[in-house]
C-alpha cells in the first residue's frame, strides 16, 4: 500500500492559499468609519515616535508586498500579533512554516487592525517613560550633591546634563596650569575648588609633600606666601588675581593666551613618582648602632619557657651583660648601663616589655627585629631604623601635613568620600610609608597629655586609611585582622587600631563584647594613657566605614576645639534623630557599644549629647527631658561600607 503525504497541520492546502485575502492600507472600499481610525491611529504612531527619543520604532516594507511591517527594536518583547493584523509574504519557505508557533485552529483574519498596534506603542512608551523617572528619583535621593551624569536602562542610555555644564573649554590646551599650595591652606582650598569647577587641568605642587620645591617657588614668585599661579612658566599671582580675572570675565581669555602653546622646560616641573630629592635628610646614625652591630652576631639567642609559656629569640640580661664585658672590655656596672641605654632607645626589650633593663637570669630580651609580631608591624622593613630618633612632634606635624594633602587631593570636599586607589598609588603615599618607619624607636613620653592626644588621633586615623588600602575594608562578622592584627611599632612598641582607641584614648577600657583590657597593669604603656578620658575622641576617629565620622586630623592648639566641631557636625549629619511624637531618640551605634564613656545611663547620655546638638534638636530633647515623661533610645544601624 503507498504512502500517502499529509500537508503540514500548520501550512495551507494550495487551494486555500489563494482564498487568502491580500490586505491592502490603501484599499478605497473600506468603510468611512474605518479609514478615518487608521488615519487616526497611523498620526498617533506618528506622534508617538517623534516624542520618544531614545526607542526609534522603524517601519519598513518589505519588496513585492503590498502590506507595510512594523519592526520593534530587539531589547522590547515581542507581542502576540492582535486581532486583524497578518502579514502576507509570499517568500516563506516550508521549513520558516514548520518553525512558526500558530494554533491551527487560528482563524486569519482580512484586515489590520490599527488601533491594537497604537495601543501597543502608548503602553510600552508609559513603561519607558516611567522607569527613566523612577530612576532618575532614586538617584536624585541618594546622589548626596553629586551630579547626574548617566542613566543606563536595558538597552536605553539617558545622559542627563545639569544645566550650565558642558564640555571642558580647556580641553585642547596644549600649555600647563600649575599652581604651588600648602596643606591645609584655605586660599589653596578655593584655587584648587575652582579648577574643579570650572574642569580646567592642573598641576598642584604642594610644598608641604615637597620641601625641596620651596626654594623654587620664593625663586619664580619672589615670596614663599601660597598659593602661586603659573600658566606655563608666567606667573598669573595668587587668589586675589584670581578671583579679579573671574570677576571680570577675563580668566578664560588669559588662560587660552597664555596656554595656547605647548608648555616649555622653564615652567615649574610636574612632580615625579619615586624621586626623593636631593637635599634629603642625611642618615644620622644612632651612635649606639656601632655597638648593636657588635652584639647582634655574638648573643646566645634561644628559644626559652618561661611563665608557662614558649618565648622566642630571646637572652637574658647577664648574657648581654657578658657579651658586651668580653667584646667591648668594658666593667660590668658600665656594661649593665649601656644595656639600660640600649632597652631605653628600644633596640632591645624585655620580650612582656614590664620592667627596664637588669642584669641577672631571670630576665629575658630580645632585638627589636626578633620580636614575633613584625609580620604585623605594617611600619617594619627588614631591620630596625637605625637612625638617631626623631622627635615625636616632629614626625606628627609631618605626618598630619602629608594626610592632609592626600585628603584634599585625592577625597570629596566634605571627607565622606576617600578614593583609596588614587591615594595608594600617589607620591604623597609613598612618603607616608617611609616616614611611619621613623616611629619604630620615638621616646613618646617626651609629649605633653594634648600632643599625645593629638598624635594618636592622627595616627589611628592614617592607620585606617593605610590598613584599607594594604589588607580591605574590616569584614561583616570577624573584623579582628583589621582593627587587631594591623600594627604600627611606636617606640617600641606594638600598636594596633583597638590598642590605641582602647588602650591609649579610652585610658585602658574594654572593648565591646571584651571581658579582657588592652593592657595589663604592669604594662609601660599605661604611662601614655591620658589622666580622664575624653568622649570626644569618638568624634574624632574615623573607620573607614559611612556611619563613622568623617576622616580629619588635628593640631594640639586646636585639637580640643575641633574635637567639640567634629562632633557637632556627627549629629547635624544624621548621628541623631528625634521622634517626637513616639518619645523616642535615634542615636548612632557608638552610643550603644561605648555607652559607658558618655554617662551610666540613657539620661545622662542624652543630657551629654544636648550640649553639642543644633538649636531645633536642642530643643525638642530638652523638652522630651524636662516634661517628666519617659525617654526611650533606640540605636540606628551602622553601615560598614567602605566610604569611598
Known sequence: MGEVALPHPLCPLPDQINQIPTVDPTNQSLPEKEKKEEATE???????????????????????????????????????????????TNSISHEEYHQMKRSTSAQIPSTVDMASIGRFIRDRSDVVSAAIARRISSLKETSNGTSITEIVLPDVKVIVKPPGKGPSTYFSMKGRVSFFSRSGCRDCTAVRSFFREIELPY?????????????????????NQVPQIFLNENHLGGLVVLNSLRNSGEFEKVVKSMTGKKCSDEAPGVPLYGFDH??????????????????????????????????????????????????????????????????????????????????GAQNLYRFLEHDIGVPKYFNFRASTNDNKPKSPNVIGRRLTKLMVAMLEAYASDDRCHVDYARIAASEEFRRYGILVRDLQRVDMETLSETERL?????????????????????????????FTDFQYIVGGYPYSLSTIKNGILRSNRRQPYSFVKPFSSADTRLKLMPKKMNPLIHFGLCNGNRSSPTVRFFTPDGVEVDLRQAAREFFQDGGIEIDFAKRTVYLSRIFKWYSADFGQDKVEVLHWVLNYLDSTKAGLLSHLLNDGGAVSISHQNFDWSLNC
Not at 49 to 72: C, G
Not at 203 to 223: C, H, Q, S, W
Not at 338 to 350: A, C, D, N, Q, V
Open 203 to 223: 598641576v598642584e605642587i604642594n610644598v608641604d609633600v615637597f620641601p625641596e620645591r620651596e626654594k623654587e617657588l620664593l625663586y619664580r614668585a619672589g615670596t
Open 278 to 359: 636631593e637635599e634629603a635628610e642625611k642618615e644620622n646614625l644612632d651612635e649606639m648602632v656601632g655597638i648593636v652591630a657588635v652584639l647582634r652576631p655574638r648573643m646566645p639567642i634561644q628559644d626559652r619557657f618561661v611563665r608557662m609559656k614558649l618565648v622566642r629569640n630571646c637572652f637574658t640580661g647577664a648574657e648581654m651583660v657578658d657579651a658586651i664585658e668580653q667584646h667591648l672590655n668594658l666593667g660590668r656596672k658600665k656594661a649593665e648601663e649601656i644595656g639600660k641605654e640600649l632597652l631605653r632607645r628600644h633596640f632591645i626589650h624585655h620580650v612582656f616589655r614590664e620592667i627596664d633593663f637588669e642584669d
Open 454 to 482: 593629638c598624635f594618636f588621633l592622627n595616627l589611628y586615623n592614617a592607620m585606617v586609611i593605610h590598613a584599607v588600602i594594604t589588607i580591605g575594608q574590616p569584614g561583616l562578622i570577624d573584623r579582628r585582622a583589621f
Open 42 to 88: 497611523t498620526e498617533a504612531m506618528k506622534h508617538q515616535k517623534d516624542s520618544i527619543s531614545t526607542v526609534d520604532f522603524i517601519p519598513s516594507a518589505e519588496k513585492n508586498h503590498k502590506t507595510e511591517a512594523v519592526i520593534l527594536p530587539e531589547h522590547l518583547p515581542k507581542p502576540e500579533a492582535p486581532p486583524g493584523l497578518l502579514t502576507k
